[in-house]
């Protein structure tokens, strides 16, 4: 491509059931990193070493977690940089040897995580969600590099080299270990580049530098009217590629780093991209696009011709979906706050057969215009799909991501109420044929709904949801109960408000028929919290169906399984807006 010449391709048998979820090369060219997704979990991994030896098919693990998980994050020269998670939950940020698997490890506390470690020293991310901020590691000596500011998240950052490009250094001399390390007596200083929304409303680009006499930073790149979603910088340090997050679509700008020219934005093929990456040059910058009627594909971009090449041909091939995408809508909730969402509709939509409000997880993730296989079902049976961002999703701003912490809660389920209202002033569902469902917090907020609003809604969805706060924080795995007590409330201190938010203590509120859906090997929310409610619903003799995926986990990510998904909601909705 472009004048290079690939070598001939080769077959590596990992000899574990899983795909592989991501590959890094080393530094070196030597080695490659692969981390495996286990075969019906979702959440666990593993970290497998091959060579580039096109004689040598062999590949051997490197991560000991033989109960717990693996996550890759990067090359630190000859050494990989990974994540591994025991039965505890406390991560160790960890290097490994590929030659021998001896393990460094970096840091180990419950919250932490590794994000870049490079010549001696490693960015840390530490504390709860919503609540993140960074530190640097050399060795044993902790840096913070940011301003106290309670509610601003710091969650990505590279360490950059001004030494020697990245894919050369192999490892360090005497000489470069001093200029990493504090207190050896030599004047150096370390650099970096974070994104952070720190001292701000929306995530921007800083500049940190670590010197003997203290941290300092400014801003690199910014904007008022949106966040910062990922970056990536070429090895060379000449250029940074820039993904903002405006109401949900992407947007891409260059950076010229050596004078902080930031051009203007080139336009994509597909309103939504991520995973950004950059070749060491500059030269080229990947990312996967996806739109509503356009699955995810791999495209390169020349970013100083600003033309597009298509790489993932196979993936790109022409995909007929029946529907209309309506593009963006605005809900006004009855507070007055403006809520975005995102609106698909049948090509008759005179002939729809109801509408299902779909709320995402996190509760901070966001409803963006990407490709969704389920909506496309449902839209294509004929269903009215309303995704919104309900107050506490990401993408809005720092105030907005906080709307919903604790006791705000109550708002947001009110939220899930007003959307209804938008569908049926709009003239977009009949009042009795309105569906709310939800994946993750999202199956949870449905559950809230169903029982905060039971008169709005004529059937419910929850898939992979919490129906007790309080069983939830005992049952989940222990560093996700502890990122989760600023956001929804400490199972002691906050047990009351716990309590109120509860679905499974409200259930008897509870009328319209309600498809409970959940995956065995979940362990973000455990599928006990599915069964408790289901067991209460068929105590109290409401209509409830329980639907379990004895080979899936918290994605639901098995393709046969999503496509059983998407036919029970169907079947689900017709069955209750025709009662």
């Given at each position: 491509?472009?004048?290079?010449?690939?070598?001939?391709?080769?077959?590596?048998?990992?000899?574990?059931?899983?795909?592989?979820?991501?590959?890094?090369?080393?530094?070196?060219?030597?080695?490659?990193?692969?981390?495996?997704?286990?075969?019906?979990?979702?959440?666990?991994?593993?970290?497998?070493?091959?060579?580039?030896?096109?004689?040598?098919?062999?590949?051997?693990?490197?991560?000991?977690?033989?109960?717990g998980t693996a996550e890759l994050i990067a090359w630190?020269?000859?050494?990989?940089?990974?994540?591994?998670?025991?039965?505890?939950?406390?991560?160790?940020?960890?290097?490994?040897?590929?030659?021998?698997?001896?393990?460094?490890?970096?840091?180990?506390?419950?919250?932490?995580?590794?994000?870049?470690?490079?010549?001696?020293?490693?960015?840390?991310?530490?504390?709860?969600?919503?609540?993140?901020?960074?530190?640097?590691?050399?060795?044993?000596?902790?840096?913070?590099?940011?301003?106290?500011?309670?509610?601003?998240?710091?969650?990505?950052?590279?360490?950059?080299?001004?030494?020697?490009?990245?894919?050369?250094?192999?490892?360090?001399?005497?000489?470069?270990?001093?200029?990493?390390?504090?207190?050896?007596?030599?004047?150096?200083?370390?650099?970096?580049?974070?994104?952070?929304?720190?001292?701000?409303?929306?995530?921007?680009?800083?500049?940190?530098?670590?010197?003997?006499?203290?941290?300092?930073?400014?801003?690199?790149?910014?904007?008022?009217?949106?966040?910062?979603?990922?970056?990536?910088?070429?090895?060379?340090?000449?250029?940074?590629?820039?993904?903002?997050?405006?109401?949900?679509?992407?947007?891409?700008?260059?950076?010229?780093?050596?004078?902080?020219?930031?051009?203007?934005?080139?336009?994509?093929?597909?309103?939504?991209?991520?995973?950004?990456?950059?070749?060491?040059?500059?030269?080229?910058?990947?990312?996967?696009?996806?739109?509503?009627?356009?699955?995810?594909?791999?495209?390169?971009?020349?970013?100083?011709?600003?033309?597009?090449?298509?790489?993932?041909?196979?993936?790109?091939?022409?995909?007929?979906?029946?529907?209309?995408?309506?593009?963006?809508?605005?809900?006004?909730?009855?507070?007055?706050?403006?809520?975005n969402a995102w609106l698909y509709r049948p090509m008759k939509s005179e002939a729809a057969a109801?509408?299902?409000?779909?709320?995402?997880?996190?509760?901070?993730?966001?409803?963006?215009?990407?490709?969704?296989?389920?909506?496309?079902?449902?839209?294509?049976?004929?269903?009215?799909?309303?995704?919104?961002?309900?107050?506490?999703?990401?993408?809005?701003?720092?105030?907005?991501?906080?709307?919903?912490?604790?006791?705000?809660?109550?708002?947001?389920?009110?939220?899930?109420?007003?959307?209804?209202?938008?569908?049926?002033?709009?003239?977009?569902?009949?009042?009795?044929?309105?569906?709310?469902?939800?994946?993750?917090?999202?199956?949870?907020?449905?559950?809230?709904?169903?029982?905060?609003?039971?008169?709005?809604?004529?059937?419910?969805?929850?898939?992979?949801?919490?129906?007790?706060?309080?069983?939830?924080?005992?049952?989940?795995?222990?560093?996700?109960?502890?990122?989760?007590?600023?956001?929804?409330?400490?199972?002691?201190?906050?047990?009351?408000?716990?309590?109120?938010?509860?679905?499974?203590?409200?259930?008897?509120?509870?009328?319209?028929?309600?498809?409970?859906?959940?995956?065995?090997?979940?362990?973000?929310?455990?599928?006990?919290?599915?069964?408790?409610?289901?067991?209460?619903?068929?105590?109290?003799?409401?209509?409830?169906?329980?639907?379990?995926?004895?080979?899936?986990?918290?994605?639901?990510?098995?393709?046969?399984?999503?496509?059983?998904?998407?036919?029970?909601?169907?079947?689900?909705?017709?069955?209750?807006?025709?009662?």
């Amino acid at each position: 491509m472009r004048g290079w010449r690939a070598s001939s391709s080769r077959d590596v048998e990992l000899p574990v059931e899983g795909p592989v979820s991501r590959v890094i090369h080393s530094a070196d060219g030597q080695w490659l990193a692969c981390q495996v997704t286990l075969d019906g979990s979702g959440s666990r991994s593993q970290i497998w070493i091959v060579t580039t030896d096109p004689d040598d098919r062999m590949a051997w693990r490197i991560d000991d977690e033989e109960a717990g998980t693996a996550e890759l994050i990067a090359w630190d020269g000859a050494q990989v940089a990974a994540i591994l998670t025991g039965e505890d939950g406390v991560g160790r940020s960890c290097l490994i040897d590929p030659t021998d698997g001896r393990h460094t490890v970096l840091d180990r506390r419950s919250g932490g995580r590794l994000v870049d470690a490079w010549a001696g020293a490693a960015l840390i991310r530490v504390g709860p969600r919503g609540y993140h901020e960074m530190i640097m590691l050399f060795g044993q000596t902790e840096i913070g590099l940011l301003p106290s500011d309670p509610g601003s998240t710091t969650a990505d950052g590279v360490i950059l080299d001004d030494y020697q490009p990245r894919r050369l250094r192999h490892g360090l001399s005497g000489d470069q270990t001093k200029l990493y390390f504090p207190g050896t007596g030599a004047d150096g200083y370390v650099r970096a580049l974070i994104r952070s929304d720190n001292g701000c409303e929306h995530a921007r680009l800083l500049e940190v530098t670590v010197t003997l006499d203290g941290v300092s930073y400014f801003v690199v790149a910014e904007r008022a009217d949106c966040d910062l979603a990922e970056f990536a910088v070429s090895d060379d340090l000449s250029t940074v590629a820039l993904l903002w997050n405006l109401q949900g679509r992407s947007e891409l700008q260059i950076l010229e780093y050596s004078d902080y020219t930031l051009a203007e934005p080139i336009p994509l093929p597909g309103p939504v991209a991520s995973e950004l990456s950059i070749s060491a040059g500059g030269s080229i910058v990947a990312m996967t696009v996806e739109g509503p009627d356009l699955p995810r594909t791999v495209e390169l971009v020349d970013p100083r011709s600003r033309e597009w090449e298509l790489i993932d041909t196979e993936g790109k091939q022409p995909v007929v979906i029946p529907t209309l995408f309506a593009g963006p809508a605005t809900v006004t909730a009855r507070d007055g706050l403006r809520l975005n969402a995102w609106l698909y509709r049948p090509m008759k939509s005179e002939a729809a057969a109801g509408a299902v409000i779909f709320l995402h997880g996190g509760p901070e993730g966001q409803a963006r215009p990407g490709y969704n296989d389920i909506f496309s079902r449902l839209v294509d049976d004929g269903f009215v799909v309303l995704t919104p961002n309900v107050r506490g999703s990401g993408g809005f701003g720092n105030t907005f991501v906080h709307a919903d912490d604790k006791e705000k809660r109550f708002a947001a389920i009110d939220d899930v109420a007003d959307c209804a209202s938008f569908l049926i002033d709009n003239g977009f569902a009949e009042p009795s044929r309105i569906a709310c469902a939800g994946w993750s917090y999202g199956g949870y907020l449905t559950q809230a709904a169903l029982t905060f609003h039971p008169d709005l809604f004529a059937a419910g969805i929850s898939i992979c949801g919490m129906s007790d706060l309080s069983t939830f924080y005992r049952s989940t795995e222990p560093w996700i109960a502890d990122s989760a007590y600023p956001e929804y409330g400490h199972p002691i201190g906050d047990r009351e408000l716990l309590d109120q938010l509860s679905p499974l203590l409200r259930a008897d509120k509870l009328t319209a028929p309600l498809l409970v859906v959940h995956g065995a090997h979940d362990t973000n929310v455990p599928v006990s919290e599915s069964e408790q409610m289901v067991d209460t619903l068929r105590q109290l003799g409401r209509d409830v169906r329980y639907l379990l995926f004895d080979n899936d986990g918290h994605g639901i990510i098995k393709r046969e399984n999503r496509a059983a998904l998407a036919a029970a909601m169907t079947e689900w909705m017709i069955r209750a807006f025709e009662a």
